[in-house]
Each structure stands twice: as C-alpha cells, then as structure tokens.
C-alpha cells in the first residue's frame, strides 16, 4: 500500500530553521514527482514546493522563495522541506504529496512559528 509519513513539524521562533522529511513506501518513489503543501484552517490547502522525479526541476511558491528548500533522496525513498528564516505566517500543517494516480497525501506535520 503506497504511503507517505511527514516528520519534523514543530514549535520555533521567528527568524529560526526547520527541517520536514517526508518517508514513502509501497510504491517506486524515484518514478514520481512530489510536492510539500500547507494548509491553514479554514483556508486552501497551497502549494510550498515541488520536485521532478529525479530532482532536475524545482518549483516555489513566491512566498517561500529564498527561504524554503526542496531535495529528496530517491535512495532512500525521502522528501525534504529545509524551511530557513520562518516567519509566523509559515504557521500551517505541512503535507507531502507525490503524483501517484490520483496522488497520495500524508497525514501532516504541524509547524508553528511564534515567539
């Protein structure tokens, strides 16, 4: 059974750094494309990040360029989200998606950014 499980969420202070890893198992992680999304209750779920399968092209949404990070191992069957320079609006549950059929979502990491 394909399955994502996110890691890493948590409490930092304005200005600090977060690393999300997001393991996969039960299908071929390195034949997908995969994205890192956010979602604030009550709003839409927003795309941060994504990455090709083999990792030669990335994308960032405008709000989280220069600061977020996007990489992934396809050795180890491992999505990153290195998250640099938080700032509270960075508060959200964060997502792993890869394009699986349909896509496969995990359950969600929580990061809030507060001092």
């Known amino acids: 059974q394909a399955r994502l499980v996110e890691s890493g969420g948590g409490l930092v202070q304005p200005g600090g750094s977060l690393r999300l890893s997001c393991a996969a198992s039960g299908f071929d992680f390195g034949r997908y494309a995969t994205s890192w999304y956010r979602q604030v209750p009550g709003k839409e779920r927003e795309r941060v990040a994504a990455?090709?399968?083999?990792?030669?092209?990335?994308d960032y949404a405008d709000s989280v360029k220069g600061r977020f990070t996007i990489s992934r191992d396809n050795y180890k069957n491992e999505l990153y989200l290195s998250m640099n320079a938080l700032k509270p609006e960075d508060t959200a549950v964060y997502y792993c998606?890869?394009?699986?059929?349909?896509?496969?979502w995990g359950q969600g990491t929580p990061v809030t950014v507060s001092s």
């Open positions: 990455i090709t399968s083999i990792g030669d092209s990335i």
């Open positions: 998606f890869a394009l699986v059929g349909s896509g496969i």
